[in-house]
């Protein structure tokens, strides 16, 4: 049994930080991701990750988001800088076993995705 269980969202103000925690996401998978969705809106990548290392990011965060991940841990983190209130939104992790090129996994969609967490809410305020 699989469970994705994300941490560490919240509210902030304009410009500061958070980090987001997806703990059972790592072992065993090969593409892993974090998405954001907000009312009224399609779900979208925020970034996705190979199990190499390699990361990419959706331009709307590149330069204030990164991706990683704890091996050891068996944890995805998303750190969040310079957080902007368009940032606001319901943030998912996902990770799938699937296979995957580097390509394919940093140009993942939503939908490509199988393992989900139940996702957390970030707000940021102005």
């Known amino acids: 049994q699989v469970h994705l269980v994300e941490s560490g969202g919240g509210s902030v103000q304009a410009g500061g930080s958070l980090r987001l925690s997806c703990a059972g996401a790592?072992?065993?998978?090969?593409?892993m991701g974090w998405f954001r969705q907000s009312p009224g809106k399609e779900r979208e990548t925020v970034g996705t990750i190979m199990s190499s290392g390699n990361a990419n990011y959706a331009d709307s965060v590149k330069g204030r988001f990164t991706i990683s991940k704890d091996n050891v841990k068996n944890t995805l983190i998303l750190e969040m800088n310079s957080l902007d209130p368009e940032d606001t939104a319901v943030y998912y992790c996902?990770?799938?076993?699937?296979?995957?090129?580097?390509?394919?996994?940093?140009?993942?969609?939503?939908?490509?995705?199988?393992?989900w967490g139940q996702g957390t809410q970030v707000t940021v305020s102005s």
């Open positions: 790592v072992s065993g998978f090969i593409c």
């Open positions: 996902a990770a799938d076993r699937g296979l995957w090129s580097t390509e394919l996994c940093l140009r993942a969609r939503h939908t490509d995705f199988y393992y």
